[in-house]
């Protein structure tokens, strides 16, 4: 193990005398393994990628998904009214959630894990991304900046924690009741409120205003501008590449609008697209912000640390629809190009290794996304280890 760091050390003593989340402290200190014993920890077959069995996934979740739209045409015509109540909202529910299963397929073509072919990868995961309205090169290319620097204050590209002063919050040494905001924003009510704004419209507002993304000196970003901050020179056919993409997933909503009516494809796409939105949201949010989980800053960051810098969670039976993306987690931040499918088993061997550096948390999953949306709201300007206060 590395010799104590008498900065952390301050930072953690500080942070025991300053708050009341003392329960969640625990040794950060600089970990004594390297990325390369932890690859070693994993048997080698893990990393092996299957074109074939990638695509029974794919195939499976779109069966599924034809099979709830197929049952859904009977649902007006032969249900009684009372039961289309339970009916709609059952359909929605699954086939939200089964296109979360085609995300997390088309999110894993990104990081070239579901086939040995780049132009396999890079098709299938435009195909599948352009069909739920994510420009895939676009988000391919600041997903890629968000793994190599996860946690990292200054450089991690989604949910980067606000600081106090961006916030306008009173510095510790000030009155608390000087903070200058509504009471309101502090009601169970209101926080309801952004929560469900955050589970419906957070994905498509980091895609276009960059929401939770890094902050680049107040200019517009977005994953449409191939000009924008987060992009350079070289990525700016992929951007017009991904841009194309959404303009034919909107022009076939426009199409089927005009031939079925604009109800019919509310109902039967653009509430489960919703329904995605929230999924993708919640695991991404829960992922990455906990009052567990500590940020970095230059000094004090280094990959491993940033990988290791997030939490497997179990969603129930949810968890195989969505390729167990919320459990296997870790192992996939260390390893982004391991398919799923070895994901868990290299996660039981990740776990010896990594010892406490792994986080698991097994609150209940609604409970967790309030405690976290509710405790995770700033973080300080001064220190290179930090965690979330409220």
């Known amino acids: 193990m590395s010799p104590p760091n008498t900065e952390l050390q301050s930072e953690l003593t500080y942070r025991q005398s300053s708050t009341s989340t003392t329960k969640f402290e ?16 994993i048997p080698p077959h893990c990393f092996e990628r299957n074109t074939l069995k990638s695509f029974s996934y794919v195939f499976k979740d779109l069966a599924v998904i034809g099979a709830l739209v197929y049952a859904a045409t009977f649902i007006d015509s032969h249900l009684p009214l009372a039961l289309r109540f339970i009916a709609w909202p059952t359909y929605w529910f699954f086939c939200g959630a089964f296109a979360t299963g085609i995300w997390v397929i088309a999110h894993e073509c990104g990081h070239q894990a579901f086939s040995p072919s780049k132009k396999i990868n890079n098709t299938v995961g435009f195909i599948l991304h352009s069909a739920l309205l994510v420009p895939y090169h676009s988000w391919r290319i600041s997903h890629s900046k968000h793994h190599k620097h996860t946690g990292h204050v200054n450089k991690d590209q989604v949910f980067v924690p606000k600081t106090r002063s961006s916030l306008g919050l009173p510095s510790n040494d000030k009155d608390p009741q000087q903070m200058n905001h509504s009471v309101l924003e502090d009601t169970p009510f209101i926080t ?3 929560l469900i704004g955050q589970q419906l419209f957070g994905w498509p507002f980091y895609l276009i205003f960059n929401s939770s993304g890094q902050v680049y000196d107040g200019r517009w970003t977005n994953h449409f501008n191939p000009n924008s901050p987060i992009f350079d020179p070289k ?21 089927f609008s005009y031939v079925y009516s604009f109800i019919v494809v509310v109902k039967y796409y653009l509430i489960p697209y919703l329904v995605v939105n929230h999924w993708l949201v919640l695991i991404t949010f829960l992922q990455h912000t906990d009052p567990k989980l500590p940020h970095y800053r230059e000094n004090q960051w280094n990959f491993v640390r940033g990988a290791a810098c997030t939490v497997d969670r179990h969603i129930g039976f ?19 190009t391991m398919p799923h499918y070895h994901a868990e088993e290299a996660t039981n061997h990740l776990e010896k290794v990594l010892g406490h550096y792994y986080i698991f948390d097994d609150t209940p999953i609604f409970k967790a996304l309030w405690r976290s949306f509710v405790s995770c709201k700033f973080i300080e300007d001064e220190g290179d280890i930090i965690f979330y206060k409220n």
């Open 235 to 255: 990525n700016f056919v992929d951007v017009i590449i991904s841009d194309i993409g959404i303009i034919m997933g909107l022009s076939t909503i426009v199409y």
């Open 26 to 41: 625990r040794d950060y200190l600089p970990p004594s393994f390297t990325i390369k014993e932890l690859r070693q920890a």
């Open 318 to 336: 949810l968890d195989s629809i969505f390729h167990k993306i919320t459990s296997t987690h870790v192992a996939h931040h260390l390893f982004s």
């Open 192 to 194: 309801l409120i952004n």
